[in-house]
DNA sequence: TTGTGTTTTACGACCTCC
DNA sequence: GGAGGTCGTAAAACACAA
């Protein structure tokens, strides 16, 4: 039995199997308080593809912190970060059978029969997973953003502070490690950055 | 335990840039 | 034409009050 920070309880794939086969529902797995991990995804959702099957990775909390950390770097990843760190996370494409990643599931043995056969080489769009959770991870901000202004929009405008009580600080805590021109993309929408491949 | 609201993945449509 | 951007949305996963 495996304690995940977040959600408790995670079943092993070979338990999920043995109550998929005790008869339960299939849909049993989605509503049990479980995490479903990249791992186990073939074996609880065999031959679900995106578009047929909705479905969805949930990613692990290392996954997370390091996809976090590169955005609070950079809220526009270039081609070279994105290919490092799907390398490092497990991240590819996810045109596979439903599988997680291509590389981890090759990696774990995980395949659903005949998943390779049919599917072949990995798509056109490598990183994928990279790039998409980057978008959304703009959306969110853009999202958190817009609240924060409709918000000050409602309160009553704020007298200025005393000279002395005004500080660099103020403007918000210095984000650790980060160049000035990174930093200053926070907070704030950003151009659309200029193509690394593009560059000199 | 259950109902409900929020967050997180994932995609399609459409747009811009090269 | 392809890659990658935003926007809108679906649905699973999650959090939490009742």
């Given at each position: 039995?495996?304690?995940t ?30 995490r ?15 578009t047929?099957?909705?479905y969805r990775?949930?990613?692990?909390d290392?996954?997370?912190l ?14 070279r ?9 497990g ?28 599917y ?15 978008q ?14 409709q918000?000050?929009?409602q ?21 650790g ?7 200053s ?12 491949e593009?560059?000199?």
């Amino acid at each position: 039995m495996i304690v995940t920070p977040r959600a408790g309880v995670y079943l092993p794939p070979h338990l999920r199997v043995l109550l998929l086969r005790a008869g339960g529902p299939a849909c049993a797995f989605r509503r049990l308080p479980l995490r479903t991990h990249l791992s186990s995804w073939p074996l609880c959702f065999p031959g679900k593809t995106r578009t047929k099957d909705k479905y969805r990775v949930v990613y692990t909390d290392h996954q997370r912190l390091e996809l976090e950390k590169e955005f609070h770097y950079s809220r526009y990843i270039t081609i070279r970060r994105k290919s490092e760190l799907a390398a490092n996370l497990g991240l590819t494409e996810r045109q596979v059978c439903g599988t997680p990643t291509s590389a981890t599931g090759a990696a774990l043995g995980v395949w659903p029969p005949g998943c390779q056969a049919d599917y072949g080489a990995p798509s056109k769009e490598e990183n994928r997973e990279v790039k998409i959770w980057f978008q959304n991870r703009r959306a969110k901000e853009r999202k958190v953003n817009k609240k924060k202004q409709q918000q000050q929009q409602q309160q009553p405008p704020q007298p200025p502070l005393p000279a002395h009580e005004v500080t660099p600080s103020a403007a918000g805590p210095p984000l650790g490690g980060l160049c000035p021109s990174s930093a200053s993309l926070l907070g704030a929408s950003s151009p659309m950055p200029v193509k690394e491949e593009y560059l000199p």
